[in-house]
């Protein structure tokens, strides 16, 4: 399948991998969990209740390679129709009035199908579908029955061996019938299909054009009301236009484009009334645009880059301005082997021909298509793209001013692993702070207000980071940071001198004793356990099975380490006041080490309370028992009783577990909760302001999911939002101003985060 550079050896064990073993290992995996489930969760199934603003996605046939929209049933709502490439069929997905669609039909299509349009063919106001079968030179037909479906398909044979790849529909002759026209691959012509009506068409007819035309546009290029049509060819690497003139067509001008050309559109981008093409070619992987001139020239073209190379694209109007935009789907690079990133980019036109910088949202897992149409009847055009390694379609929906209902995305360091919320930049608004682990710096995002983030300058780390926390550690009211790095014995700490801007380190160590060697700290925390009005520094040492307090003088800079030896591996560290007494007291979780085969801890949550002196009493230290392997721990409070909860992670058992907070500070027995395939993180937050935190665990199939609290331990049905596989974690913040929590996604696979704004309920 070249035009999307994928083959049918070898496509879907390429583009499928990570979908194949979520589905199939992963449910292998899991077993009865699953299916015994009081909540089973599908990672790509859609919430129950919208949160956040996510894409929409629903399943289709096999591996949907091109999705097209239309009123199929005429009920005044909009259905889907993809093309699916391994089964060489096409799925009907008609609208349910509901905002979703029913379940989807299947329909053959012929060997080796390329490319389609819907369109009335034989002029009773219902759409049909035409689709080119390259192998056998044909068009099948298939009639729609007014109802939503399609009779028995026809084929309209074609030149043998013209090899058609793309079909646009048009009314070539002006006589109200509607005409096909094929761009022809191997015969370097494009054949016309004149329709008779009544769905009849007259014997093809061939003109020749350039060697291996890919793409095809047909429309009145310069307004005299007479169709022209224009081909992309990768291998000469240009556009060809044909002139009509009512009767037929003027010998074919041959337009220089850029890097192999495989699709082409025309619109009028710089509003002087006539159409611009816009191209886009996959050798170089950015567009082409030809602004007309008149009288059928255009000038030399301009390129226009994308933050990575463009496949499909559509060019429209979706900020409701009257100007064209641009949305493109994204790969990863260009050439024969490219895969799809399961990014858009949007071009916000700015016009007169020009745009703005892309703004990338996530799109549908392996999305090789995109489309645009009014999906929710709102009047403001919508994406749809055809997700071809989770046989899916998505939806995202304009929100307005060119902002679409998906996961916006914002490029930060290498492999971000933790992220944390403050105002860095002293203006009122969340910023975060992204730990890169493979470039060792923290990313400065700064809010702008809007739910968009600007990157500043980054904070340069001395060595690879394990983990960070942020705070004001010298009562100037600046947000400083704290960073462990691997193989160090100290904490570093960053104290900030300006807006999103910090001083070089200063470091502290966390142990008295560097014979142990590196102490590893895992996690840190903030916070003043001496009562003293200055937070103090605790860190979790994990390869050295002790816990580092670390008093702050009130300058941001640190006594010696006051050690405490935790038992077993400390993972993740709080300090939190669990039995009201006014002292921060010492949480931590507690279970085996990794790197030691021979270590058989049991996993468990463990509390000492705080002495208010920077001390803990070891007398009330106590162990209370959670799951097998567990990763990280978030503490709230789950019941809106006033006492702290604790909920562990425990990647392997696709489950959370909850321990209940107790009015003497102990915890009641853990109780698991399946949360879905692989939860990597989660972070507890009251999304609903009910007085009680909420539940968010982040999966690594892909999926975020919330569930509210019903404040007795347990929580209601899981609402899924589809985000991006290789996620680290999730954080909580209002990042544009509304007063609604947003969701924060950190994306280790793709080096970016993703933003999905919260909408009240």
Same mark, same amino acid.
């Given at each position: 399948?070249?035009?999307?550079?994928?083959?049918?050896?070898?496509?879907?064990?390429?583009?499928?991998?990570?979908?194949?073993?979520?589905?199939?290992?992963?449910?292998?995996?899991?077993?009865?969990?699953?299916?015994?489930?009081?909540?089973?969760?599908?990672?790509?199934?859609?919430?129950?209740?919208?949160?956040?603003?996510?894409?929409?996605?629903? &399943?289709?046939?096999?591996? @949907?390679?091109?999705?097209? $929209? #239309? !009123? /199929?049933?005429? +009920? *005044?709502?909009? %259905?889907? =129709?993809?093309?699916?490439?391994?089964?060489?069929?096409?799925?009907?997905?008609?609208?349910?009035?509901?905002?979703?669609?029913?379940?989807?039909?299947?329909?053959?299509?012929?060997?080796?199908?390329?490319?389609?349009?819907?369109?009335?063919?034989?002029?009773?106001?219902?759409?049909?579908?035409?689709?080119?079968?390259?192998?056998?030179?044909?068009?099948?037909?298939?009639?729609?029955?007014?109802?939503?479906?399609?009779?028995?398909?026809?084929?309209?044979?074609?030149?043998?061996?013209?090899?058609?790849?793309?079909?646009?529909?048009?009314?070539?002759?002006?006589?109200?019938?509607?005409?096909?026209?094929?761009?022809?691959?191997?015969?370097?012509?494009?054949?016309?299909?004149?329709?008779?009506?009544?769905?009849?068409?007259?014997?093809?007819?061939?003109? &020749?054009?350039?060697?291996? @035309?890919?793409?095809?546009? $047909? #429309? !009145? /290029?310069?307004? +005299? *009301?007479?169709? %022209?049509? =224009?081909?992309?060819?990768?291998?000469?690497?240009?556009?060809?236009?044909?002139?009509?003139?009512?009767?037929?067509?003027?010998?074919?001008?041959?337009?220089?484009?850029?890097?192999?050309?495989?699709?082409?559109?025309?619109?009028?981008?710089?509003?002087?009334?006539?159409?611009?093409?816009?191209?886009?070619?996959?050798?170089?992987?950015?567009?082409?645009?030809?602004?007309?001139?008149?009288?059928?020239?255009?000038?030399?073209?301009?390129?226009?880059?994308?933050?990575?190379?463009?496949?499909?694209?559509?060019?429209?109007?979706?900020?409701?301005?009257?100007?064209?935009?641009?949305?493109?789907?994204?790969?990863?690079?260009?050439?024969?082997?490219?895969?799809?990133?399961?990014?858009?980019?949007?071009?916000?036109?700015?016009?007169?021909?020009?745009?703005?910088?892309?703004?990338?949202?996530?799109?549908?897992?392996?999305?090789?298509?995109?489309?645009?149409?009014?999906?929710?009847?709102?009047?403001?055009?919508?994406?749809?793209?055809?997700?071809?390694?989770?046989?899916?379609?998505?939806?995202?929906?304009?929100?307005?001013?060119?902002?679409?209902?998906?996961?916006?995305?914002?490029?930060?360091?290498?492999?971000?692993?933790?992220?944390?919320?403050?105002?860095?930049?002293?203006?009122?608004?969340?910023?975060?702070?992204?730990?890169?682990?493979?470039?060792?710096?923290?990313?400065?995002?700064?809010?702008?207000?809007?739910?968009?983030?600007?990157?500043?300058?980054?904070?340069?780390?001395?060595?690879?980071?394990?983990?960070?926390?942020?705070?004001?550690?010298?009562?100037?009211?600046?947000?400083?940071?704290?960073?462990?790095?691997?193989?160090?014995?100290?904490?570093?700490?960053?104290?900030?001198?300006?807006?999103?801007?910090?001083?070089?380190?200063?470091?502290?160590?966390?142990?008295?004793?560097?014979?142990?060697?590196?102490?590893?700290?895992?996690?840190?925390?903030?916070?003043?356990?001496?009562?003293?009005?200055?937070?103090?520094?605790?860190?979790?040492?994990?390869?050295?099975?002790?816990?580092?307090?670390?008093?702050?003088?009130?300058?941001?800079?640190?006594?010696?380490?006051?050690?405490?030896?935790?038992?077993?591996?400390?993972?993740?560290?709080?300090?939190?006041?669990?039995?009201?007494?006014?002292?921060?007291?010492?949480?931590?979780?507690?279970?085996?080490?990794?790197?030691?085969?021979?270590?058989?801890?049991?996993?468990?949550?463990?509390?000492?309370?705080?002495?208010?002196?920077?001390?803990?009493?070891?007398?009330?230290?106590?162990?209370?028992?959670?799951?097998?392997?567990?990763?990280?721990?978030?503490?709230?409070?789950?019941?809106?009783?006033?006492?702290?909860?604790?909920?562990?992670?425990?990647?392997?058992?696709?489950?959370?577990?909850?321990?209940?907070?107790?009015?003497?500070?102990?915890?009641?027995?853990?109780?698991?909760?399946?949360?879905?395939?692989?939860?990597?993180?989660?972070?507890?937050?009251?999304?609903?302001?009910?007085?009680?935190?909420?539940?968010?665990?982040?999966?690594?199939?892909?999926?975020?999911?919330?569930?509210?609290?019903?404040?007795?331990?347990?929580?209601?049905?899981?609402?899924?939002?589809?985000?991006?596989?290789?996620?680290?974690?999730?954080?909580?913040?209002?990042?544009?101003?509304?007063?609604?929590?947003?969701?924060?996604?950190?994306?280790?696979?793709?080096?970016?985060?993703?933003?999905?704004?919260?909408?009240?309920?």
């Amino acid at each position: 399948m070249k035009t999307y550079h994928f083959h049918r050896q070898g496509a879907r064990q390429a583009m499928r991998l990570f979908s194949l073993v979520v589905m199939a290992v992963g449910l292998l995996i899991i077993g009865c969990d699953w299916l015994n489930s009081d909540d089973p969760i599908d990672y790509l199934s859609n919430p129950l209740r919208r949160v956040f603003l996510g894409r929409l996605t629903y &399943p289709t046939g096999e591996t @949907p390679y091109e999705a097209l $929209v #239309g !009123d /199929l049933n005429r +009920d *005044g709502l909009p %259905d889907v =129709v993809t093309l699916n490439w391994v089964p060489e069929t096409a799925s009907v997905l008609l609208a349910d009035g509901a905002g979703g669609f029913a379940e989807a039909v299947t329909y053959e299509l012929g060997a080796a199908p390329r490319a389609a349009v819907l369109c009335d063919l034989s002029g009773n106001g219902v759409l049909d579908l035409a689709v080119v079968n390259e192998q056998y030179a044909q068009v099948t037909l298939l009639f729609g029955d007014g109802n939503g479906g399609f009779d028995a398909s026809t084929a309209l044979n074609l030149v043998p061996e013209s090899g058609p790849r793309a079909i646009a529909a048009a009314d070539l002759n002006m006589d109200g019938v509607m005409d096909l026209v094929t761009a022809d691959t191997a015969a370097g012509t494009v054949t016309l299909l004149v329709g008779e009506g009544a769905g009849a068409f007259l014997e093809p007819v061939s003109v &020749p054009v350039e060697q291996a @035309p890919a793409g095809i546009w $047909v #429309g !009145d /290029l310069d307004g +005299d *009301g007479i169709t %022209d049509i =224009v081909t992309a060819h990768p291998d000469t690497d240009t556009l060809h236009l044909l002139q009509g003139t009512g009767v037929n067509y003027l010998p074919g001008v041959s337009l220089p484009c850029g890097h192999k050309p495989q699709l082409v559109t025309a619109v009028d981008l710089d509003n002087n009334g006539l159409r611009d093409l816009v191209a886009g070619n996959a050798g170089s992987g950015d567009l082409s645009v030809l602004y007309a001139l008149g009288d059928g020239q255009f000038s030399a073209e301009t390129r226009i880059a994308l933050p990575y190379p463009a496949g499909r694209f559509v060019v429209a109007d979706f900020s409701g301005n009257t100007i064209p935009d641009i949305a493109a789907v994204l790969f990863d690079k260009t050439g024969e082997d490219r895969q799809p990133i399961s990014r858009l980019a949007l071009l916000r036109g700015n016009g007169p021909g020009e745009f703005g910088e892309a703004a990338v949202y996530g799109s549908g897992w392996g999305a090789i298509a995109v489309t645009a149409a009014d999906m929710n009847n709102s009047g403001r055009l919508d994406l749809v793209t055809a997700d071809y390694s989770t046989d899916t379609i998505s939806i995202a929906y304009n929100r307005g001013n060119a902002a679409f209902e998906s996961d916006r995305r914002f490029a930060v360091g290498a492999k971000p692993r933790k992220a944390v919320t403050a105002d860095f930049t002293e203006d009122g608004r969340d910023d975060i702070a992204v730990l890169n682990y493979n470039d060792n710096t923290v990313s400065i995002m700064e809010a702008k207000g809007d739910g968009t983030f600007e990157a500043l300058s980054p904070v340069i780390l001395t060595g690879k980071p394990l983990t960070m926390t942020s705070g004001d550690l010298n009562n100037d009211g600046r947000e400083d940071i704290v960073v462990s790095i691997t193989g160090q014995t100290q904490v570093f700490v960053y104290l900030a001198v300006g807006p999103g801007v910090f001083a070089a380190p200063q470091f502290f160590p966390v142990q008295t004793d560097n014979s142990q060697g590196a102490p590893e700290a895992l996690s840190l925390a903030l916070g003043d356990v001496n009562n003293d009005g200055s937070p103090d520094i605790v860190a979790g040492n994990s390869r050295t099975d002790t816990v580092a307090v670390l008093l702050n003088n009130g300058t941001g800079r640190f006594n010696p380490p006051i050690i405490t030896n935790a038992g077993n591996y400390p993972r993740d560290v709080h300090l939190a006041d669990t039995n009201g007494d006014g002292n921060l007291d010492l949480v931590f979780l507690s279970s085996r080490d990794p790197l030691s085969p021979n270590d058989n801890a049991d996993p468990r949550v463990v509390r000492w309370f705080g002495r208010g002196d920077g001390t803990f009493d070891e007398e009330t230290h106590l162990r209370f028992a959670t799951g097998s392997e567990p990763q990280m721990m978030a503490m709230a409070d789950i019941t809106g009783n006033g006492c702290l909860d604790a909920v562990t992670v425990h990647t392997a058992d696709n489950s959370v577990y909850v321990l209940g907070g107790l009015k003497n500070g102990n915890f009641s027995k853990a109780s698991r909760i399946y949360v879905g395939y692989r939860p990597v993180s989660v972070t507890l937050a009251d999304i609903n302001r009910d007085g009680r935190a909420d539940l968010i665990a982040t999966l690594n199939a892909g999926s975020v999911v919330m569930r509210y609290s019903r404040g007795d331990l347990k929580f209601e049905d899981p609402n899924n939002f589809i985000v991006s596989t290789g996620m680290a974690e999730s954080v909580v913040a209002d990042v544009n101003g509304d007063g609604i929590l947003d969701l924060i996604v950190v994306n280790s696979s793709r080096n970016d985060l993703g933003v999905l704004l919260g909408q009240a309920l």
